[in-house]
T-cell receptor
C-alpha cells in the first residue's frame, strides 16, 4: 500500500530563518506531487505541483520554493521566512495516469509551521 | 474556470440523525467531484468521488454523495451521524481541462452532539 510521510510534524522558526519541509511517498512510482498551505481558518491553497523529477509549477508568487530531487521526494523551502508563512503545510500525491482528472489526491499528515 | 461553494460554515446534528453537507460547483467541462474529511491537526482523508455514471456515490465510513447535474450540486450525506463524524469536510472539483488542480471549497465544520 502507498504511504506519504511529512516531517517535521511541527516547527517553530524565527522570522528571517530558512525553511526546509520534506515529503516522501512510498509504494508508488511516478506520482504527481503537490504542496498546499492551510492558513488559520480552513481554506486550502495550492502552492506547487510536480509531474516529475525537477519539474515544478508554482501556483502563487511567494516567499517559498519547491524542489523534487527524486521521484518520490518533494521539498518545500524558503531562504527567509516571513510571519505570513505560518500555517499548516500539506503534501499530497496522486496517480499520474496521463494527468487523468479523476484521480484523487492523497494527503500527508501535515507540518504545522509557526513563524515568530 | 472551476469553483466550488460550501454554503454552510458549520452544520450541527444530533447523534443518530441524518447528516447532510452541501456543495455546489461550477466547471467549464465535465465535473469530477471529491469529498474529503479532516480531523484536527491531521491531513485530509479521501471519502469518495464522482466521475461518471450512477449519481449516488458510496464512500468510506458510511458516507455517500448525490450528484445532481441540473442543480450543479454534490451533497454529502450520512443516514445516521456519529459523534466521531465531527470534523471538517471539504468538497473539491476538477474539470476535464484543469490538469491536476483540485479546487477546494472553504470547508464545513460538522459538529455531532451526543
Amino acid at each position: 500500500s502507498q504511504t506519504i510521510h511529512q516531517w517535521p510534524a511541527t516547527l517553530v522558526q524565527p522570522v528571517g530563518s530558512p525553511l526546509s519541509l520534506e515529503c516522501t511517498v512510498e509504494g508508488t512510482s511516478n506520482p504527481n506531487l503537490y504542496w498546499y498551505r492551510q492558513a488559520a481558518g480552513r481554506g486550502l491553497q495550492l502552492l506547487f505541483y510536480s509531474v516529475g523529477i525537477g519539474q515544478i509549477s508554482s501556483e502563487v508568487p511567494q516567499n517559498l520554493s519547491a524542489s523534487r530531487p527524486q521521484d518520490r521526494q518533494f521539498i518545500l523551502s524558503s531562504k527567509k521566512l516571513l510571519l505570513s508563512d505560518s500555517g499548516f503545510y500539506l503534501c499530497a500525491w496522486s496517480v499520474r495516469s496521463g494527468g487523468a482528472p479523476y484521480n484523487e489526491q492523497f494527503f500527508g499528515p501535515g507540518t504545522r509551521l509557526t513563524v515568530l | 474556470a472551476q469553483s466550488v461553494a460550501q454554503p454552510e460554515d458549520q452544520v450541527n446534528v444530533a447523534e443518530g440523525n441524518p447528516l447532510t453537507v452541501k456543495c455546489t460547483y461550477s466547471v467549464s467541462g465535465n465535473p469530477y467531484l471529491f469529498w474529503y474529511v479532516q480531523y484536527p491537526n491531521r491531513g485530509l482523508q479521501f471519502l469518495l468521488k464522482y466521475i461518471t455514471g450512477d449519481n449516488l456515490v458510496k464512500g468510506s465510513y458510511g458516507f455517500e454523495a448525490e450528484f445532481n447535474k441540473s442543480q450543479t450540486s454534490f451533497h454529502l450525506k450520512k443516514p445516521s451521524a456519529l459523534v466521531s463524524d465531527s470534523a471538517l469536510y471539504f468538497c473539491a472539483v476538477r474539470d476535464s481541462f484543469s490538469w491536476g488542480k483540485l479546487q477546494f471549497g472553504a470547508g464545513t465544520q460538522v459538529v455531532v452532539t451526543p
